[in-house]
């Protein structure tokens, strides 16, 4: 399984931005399509973003819609998940996940990161 590590988490305020990080190692990046979850304390683990292998496609859930952006750079094994007009709700643990179908579902992801903290508050 190929391991995942998240960065760029932190406090923003109200209407700030942030971009997370995601490298990968230990597998073939390329042949996995990845996504994004993030989970707030006391609620399910939610569907954020998700893109193909190749990055030519991309899907949102519909609170993050027009805001977030995925995307992915495969030479540098890396995903990245670019956070806009952030607000108070989106405060929740980010976790970065690797797998092979292309789903929102969470249980379909094999491999997962530790998480990294985003913070949304004034």
């Known amino acids: 399984q190929v391991q995942l590590v998240e960065s760029g988490g932190g406090l923003v305020q109200p209407g700030g931005s942030l971009r997370l990080s995601c490298v990968a190692s230990?597998?073939?990046?390329?042949?996995?399509?990845m996504a994004w979850f993030r989970q707030a304390p006391g609620k399910e683990r939610q569907f954020v973003a998700r893109i193909s292998r190749g990055g030519s496609n991309v899907d949102y859930g519909i609170s993050v819609k027009g805001r977030f952006t995925i995307s992915r750079d495969n030479a540098k094994n890396t995903v990245y998940l670019q956070m806009n007009s952030l607000k108070p709700e989106d405060t929740a643990v980010y976790y970065c996940a690797a797998g092979q179908s292309p789903s929102s579902d969470f249980r379909q992801y094999d491999s997962w990161g530790q998480g990294t903290q985003v913070t949304i508050s004034s």
């Open positions: 230990g597998g073939t990046f390329n042949t996995y399509r």
